[in-house]
């Protein structure tokens, strides 16, 4: 069985949207407005591009991230590895060329079928609808979050407010750092 991992920037009352600067969101770009960069915070995402061996992502962050990561130096370990893309509107027509093997995932069903198949981790950046859906539906094993001393009130947020039974989590990581900044590495109890 293999291991899906969700990786976040999420702010401390739980907001994904747009950390990186993307268009549309009031508060766009808050991972690096007036928070001093510190290195050793985000070492945790070279370790996630090492330990994984697929990429999973919704159509959304699909689209935001395919034409520029292919071309970031950063990001060299995603091109070679496999992607899922899951969604029900996107077609192979739809996806970037020169990014390596990418298949579209149709359901809920078919990331479990895959979580069956062998191989090493599966991470998933972004994709807070999907992170929704597949949280809800128990397919997530472990979440990475770099969490930001910031209360952004509206935005997309990581978890549902679906009603459901409450779900443990273990923390098995967790750093501070001096410019606020907090890892906390969860893996999901079932």
Same mark, same amino acid.
């Given at each position: 069985?293999?291991?899906?991992? +969700?990786?976040? /920037?999420? +702010?401390?009352? @739980?907001?994904?949207?747009? %950390? @990186?600067?993307?268009p549309?969101?009031?508060?766009? =770009?808050w991972? /690096?407005?007036?928070?001093? /960069?510190? %290195?050793?915070?985000?070492?945790?995402? !070279?370790?996630?591009?090492?330990?994984?061996?697929a990429?999973?992502l919704?159509?959304? +962050?699909?689209?935001?991230?395919? %034409?520029?990561?292919?071309?970031?130096?950063?990001?060299?370990?995603?091109?070679?590895?496999?992607?899922?893309?899951?969604?029900?509107?996107?077609?192979? =027509?739809? *996806?970037?060329?020169?990014?390596?093997?990418?298949?579209?995932?149709?359901?809920?069903?078919?990331?479990?079928?895959?979580?069956?198949?062998?191989?090493g981790?599966?991470?998933? $950046? !972004?994709?807070?609808?999907?992170?929704? +859906? *597949?949280?809800?539906?128990?397919?997530?094993?472990?979440? $990475?979050?770099?969490?930001? %001393?910031?209360? *952004?009130?509206? =935005?997309?947020? *990581?978890?549902?407010?679906?009603?459901?039974?409450?779900?443990?989590?273990?923390?098995?990581? $967790?750093?501070?750092?001096?410019? =606020?900044?907090?890892?906390?590495?969860?893996?999901?109890?079932?």
């Amino acid at each position: 069985m293999r291991t899906l991992i +969700s990786t976040a /920037f999420v +702010s401390l009352d @739980g907001v994904v949207e747009a %950390p @990186g600067g993307e268009p549309g969101y009031r508060n766009s =770009g808050w991972t /690096f407005k007036d928070i001093e /960069f510190l %290195p050793e915070a985000y070492e945790i995402k !070279g370790k996630e591009q090492e330990e994984a061996t697929a990429l999973m992502l919704g159509r959304v +962050s699909y689209e935001a991230f395919s %034409p520029v990561w292919p071309g970031m130096a950063e990001f060299a370990d995603y091109k070679v590895m496999p992607k899922y893309v899951v969604s029900t509107s996107l077609t192979e =027509g739809d *996806l970037v060329s020169g990014w390596g093997e990418t298949t579209i995932l149709r359901s809920l069903d078919e990331v479990a079928a895959l979580k069956k198949t062998e191989g090493g981790p599966i991470i998933m $950046h !972004g994709s807070a609808a999907l992170n929704r +859906s *597949l949280s809800d539906a128990g397919l997530i094993d472990r979440y $990475h979050l770099l969490v930001f %001393p910031l209360l *952004l009130g509206a =935005g997309k947020r *990581l978890f549902s407010d679906t009603d459901k039974d409450a779900q443990k989590l273990r923390l098995v990581e $967790h750093e501070a750092y001096a410019n =606020g900044l907090q890892k906390n590495v969860f893996d999901v109890v079932r």
